[in-house]
Antibody, heavy 121, light 107 residues
């Protein structure tokens, strides 16, 4: 059974930092790209960042570029999102999502339960 | 980066109606396009990938079409359990982009 379990969410002051983690199981983690997606309360889905299977490709949404850093540890089947210079508008539920593995194969088919990040003074 | 414009933002239709949601990408994305359904308090559920491939377990009343810049999600016969928000996603190249979402309700 595929499982994605996020941790590290919480309350942080504007300008602060937070690191989210996601532990994956039930599938060949090192074969998949992995993404972070966020959703502010009552708002739509916003893609945040993606990392290729070997960490050679890192891509970010313009809204987080230069402030957030995505990384992974294939040996520990874990995905991370280091968030710094946090803003009130970064408040959201952050989802770890299984991304690309190959042509004509489903992607974004498994999502974690989400980690709530609240940026407030 | 690619921008995706989704329409309409909301719609109301009767049970049994045919419902269509569209997305337009700012540049060609081939068939690297997906559709999701999200019900309140739940994580999004993949409906369609590769523009028109139905994800396993998704009812056949859902279908996707399009390539290049214009994509469509169709619900052939709207059911009460289809009340939800729907999102499109472009995954061409590196960055991904979601559409703004469409709220579907029953008239």
């Amino acid at each position: 059974e595929v499982q994605l379990v996020e941790s590290g969410g919480g309350l942080v002051q504007p300008g602060g930092s937070l690191k989210l983690s996601c532990v994956a199981s039930g599938f060949p983690f090192s074969s998949h790209s992995m993404s972070w997606v966020r959703q502010a309360p009552g708002k739509g889905l916003e893609w945040v960042a993606v990392i290729t299977r070997d960490s050679s490709g890192l891509y970010y949404a313009d809204s987080v570029k230069g402030r957030f850093s995505i990384s992974r540890d294939n040996a520990k089947t874990s995905l991370h999102l280091q968030m710094s210079s946090l803003r009130v508008e970064d408040s959201a539920v952050y989802y770890c999502v299984r991304d690309w593995v190959g042509v004509s194969i489903p992607l974004f088919d498994y999502w974690g339960q989400g980690a709530l990040v609240t940026v407030s003074s | 980066d690619i921008q995706v414009t989704q329409s309409p933002s909301s719609l109301s239709a009767s049970v049994g109606d045919r419902v269509t949601i569209t997305c337009r990408a700012s540049q060609g994305v081939s068939r690297s396009f997906a559709w999701f359904q999200q019900k309140p308090g739940k994580v999004p559920n993949l409906l369609i990938y590769a523009a028109s491939t139905l994800q396993s377990g998704v009812p056949s009343r859902f279908s996707g079409s399009g390539s290049g810049t214009d994509f469509t999600l169709t619900i052939s016969s709207l059911q009460p359990e289809d009340v939800a928000s729907y999102y499109c996603l472009s995954y061409f190249g590196g960055p991904r982009t979601f559409g703004q979402g469409t709220e579907v309700e029953i008239k």
